[in-house]
């Protein structure tokens, strides 16, 4: 990938920290979290709660799309651990801090400055990974990355995109469009809001 893609896809989502945003949905928002789903399954013993059909989850301005969303919570620390009762209704032995997000079919995550999109997209608290795949394009304003895999470390901000299609004119390599920062009011990066 060029050095021009990786400082797009870089600087349009070091924002906002990404690993803030996908495990809270909106960086630095005390709002509650607020999902739909036509169902909902809580499985205790797992201690995962899965939203299916249609989801959508809202925070603040932040939201996340996709036909399925799982939350992995971190299981407590043993019988002494006092019972919570964590995202989704999962109960028990199981805290309320998400230990993975998976988010599968038609994902789609849009804040005020910018919109992921992709097939799947997994969040991995301990290594403060996302990674999206399957046509995945993010867009800020009028600049657009597209790639078959997007991979951010949270923690730092680096981002990398990649793709199955290797050397110069094959179909579906990594792919940058960006407007120079004299054909955009507010410059190359303007915050536009989010169309689904």
Known sequence: MNRTATVL????LSA???GVALAQLAPSSNAPIDVTADELQAQNQQCVATWKGSVEARQGTSRLRADTLSIYEKVGAGPSQPQ??????????????????????SVYYATPQEVVKGDHAVYLADTRTITVT?????SQGRNVVVGDMLV??????????????KGRGQP?????????????????????????
């Open 16 to 18: 906002e920290p990404a």
């Open 84 to 105: 919570t009762q964590g995202v989704g209704g999962v109960s028990g032995k199981c805290g309320s801090d998400p230990e993975k997000l998976i988010a599968d079919g």
């Open 134 to 138: 399957g046509d995945v394009v993010i």
């Open 152 to 165: 951010i470390n949270t923690d730092t901000g680096q981002a990398t995109m990649e793709s199955t299609a």
């Open 9 to 12: 896809i870089a600087l349009a």
């Open 172 to 196: 579906g390599r990594v792919r940058a469009v960006i407007f120079p920062s004299g054909n955009q009011a507010g410059g190359i990066f303007p915050s536009a809001p989010a169309n689904p």
